[in-house]
T-cell receptor, first 109, second 113 residues
């Protein structure tokens, strides 16, 4: 069975304090890994797609990387508006994505 | 609005009642998904529609759950004889075809008393 595990469950940072979120996966045949951001009371919002080990994607203060076993979402000099739950998901060829349970990030000013 | 629209945004019902949740996807999106999110949990896949193909119902937790998509557009998720464990946020998403790049609605929060 495909498994996606995210850590930590929650992370509190000071504004400007860089850190990384982890998404480890155990799947049979990864076709793609995806990062989403979810604000309270909202649906998830797509951020990145990663297809192969070594690939990196960047958007503003966020950078996503992928290895054969895990993905990291690096947050550089975060701001309070980066506070959200970050979800990762994998595509293994089934029609539906398998999501992790998310990391709840809080950035304090 | 160009986004995915869901209604109602909140629904409180009594145990044993039936509920219907509606999803209006982005115009032109051929794929439509239903997911369920319980408090503090990840998203649990329920059902997937792609064009005129038979839906993938492999995620439906019991035969009390059903969904249909009319005219390749609007979808309705029906839960019969609701139970307290059905309480969750039900999220709908649509996609133009790129696997993984889903556009989600804001969800329907269901509370079963």
């Amino acid at each position: 069975e495909d498994q996606v595990t995210q850590s930590p469950e929650a992370l509190r940072l000071q504004e400007g304090e860089s850190s990384s979120l982890n998404c480890s996966y155990t799947v049979s045949g990864l076709r793609g890994l995806f990062w989403y951001r979810q604000d309270p009371g909202k649906g998830p919002e797509f951020l990145f797609t990663l297809y192969s080990a070594g690939e990196e994607k960047e958007k503003e203060r966020l950078k996503a990387t992928l290895t054969k076993k895990e993905s990291f979402l690096h947050i550089t000099a975060p701001k309070p508006e980066d506070s959200a739950t970050y979800l990762c998901a994998v595509d293994t060829g089934r029609r539906a994505l398998t999501f992790g349970s998310g990391t709840r990030l809080q950035v304090q000013p | 609005g160009a986004g995915v629209s869901q209604s109602p945004s909140n629904k409180v019902t009594e145990k044993g009642k039936d509920v219907e949740l509606r999803c209006d996807p982005i115009s032109g999106h051929t794929a439509l998904y239903w997911y369920r999110q319980s408090l503090g949990q990840g998203l649990e896949f329920l059902i997937y529609f792609q064009g005129n193909s038979a839906p993938d119902k492999s995620g439906l937790p019991s035969d009390r759950f059903s969904a249909e998509r009319t005219g390749g557009s609007v979808s309705t998720l029906t839960i019969q004889r609701t139970q307290q464990e059905d309480s969750a946020v039900y999220l709908c998403a649509s996609s133009a075809g790129l696997v993984g790049e889903l556009f989600f609605g804001e969800g329907s929060r269901l509370t079963v008393l």
